[in-house]
């Protein structure tokens, strides 16, 4: 089983939807972050959280550390945000390389 | 953005052969990474160096070294490149909290073929 599992792994949104992508991981963790990949391979990172709630324009991602769970959200989708999210959790303990990636979520926003 | 270029963006390469990969930073940080991405699988760390001269292996390790003689360059060397080595490299260096927005700086990725 993997220890990052993201859900769902395609997503298709019309635009102005608001989307959730769902990332639940089995280890105990100091952070997790979110990623996304441009369709053309690049990777930005979106934000790191430890606990609560972030927002950064658009996007909002939640953590319950208790259900070990993460979400992000996008408000307002638009077909600029089609790309791949990707989770990752720190493990707790770990060096400081020791990031753990999910499969990453293929989003594609129809206009 | 946070000044971290890869070279080459492409190469194809043979069996057999040597292959580096360079990152270079222009900020300064101490950690720099090493990642390969292949379908089906996430992320996954090769290397790491937290100082120059100070590395230490990831998850995949096997058939790649690297070197950090400069806080600014990390390279990664397959010694002897095989086609299960066809993969996207990613460098990445970790950023210190700057609000809500932080965290892992990527490079553009370098696509490696070997045949």
């Known amino acids: 089983k993997n220890e990052v599992e993201q859900s769902p792994q395609n997503l298709t949104a019309q635009e102005g939807e608001f989307i959730t992508i769902n990332c639940s991981y089995s280890?105990?963790?100091?952070?997790l972050h979110w990623l996304q990949q441009h369709p053309g391979g690049g990777i930005v990172s979106l934000f790191m959280l430890s606990s609560g709630k972030k927002k950064h324009g658009r996007l909002i991602a939640t953590i319950n550390i208790q259900e070990k769970h993460s979400s992000l959200h996008i408000t307002a989708s638009h077909p600029r945000d089609s790309a791949v999210y990707i989770c990752?959790?720190?493990?707790?303990?770990?060096?400081?390389?020791?990031?753990?990636f999910g499969k990453g979520t293929k989003l594609s926003v129809k206009p | 953005d946070a000044g971290i270029t890869q070279s080459p963006r492409h190469k194809v390469t043979e069996t057999g052969t040597p292959v580096t990969l360079r990152c270079h930073q222009t900020e300064n940080h101490r950690y720099m990474y090493w990642y390969r991405q292949d379908p089906g699988h996430g992320l996954r760390l090769i290397h790491y160096s937290y100082g120059v001269k100070d590395t230490d292996k990831g998850e995949v390790s096997d058939g790649y070294s690297v070197s950090r003689s400069k806080t600014e360059d990390f390279l990664l060397t397959l010694e002897s490149a095989t086609s299960s080595q066809t993969s996207v490299y990613f460098c990445a260096i970790s950023l210190p909290d700057r609000g809500p927005v932080y965290g892992y700086t990527f490079g553009s990725g370098t696509r490696l073929t070997v045949v």
């Open positions: 280890v105990g963790i100091s952070a």
């Open positions: 990752a959790v720190m493990n707790y303990g770990g060096s400081q390389g020791n990031l753990i």
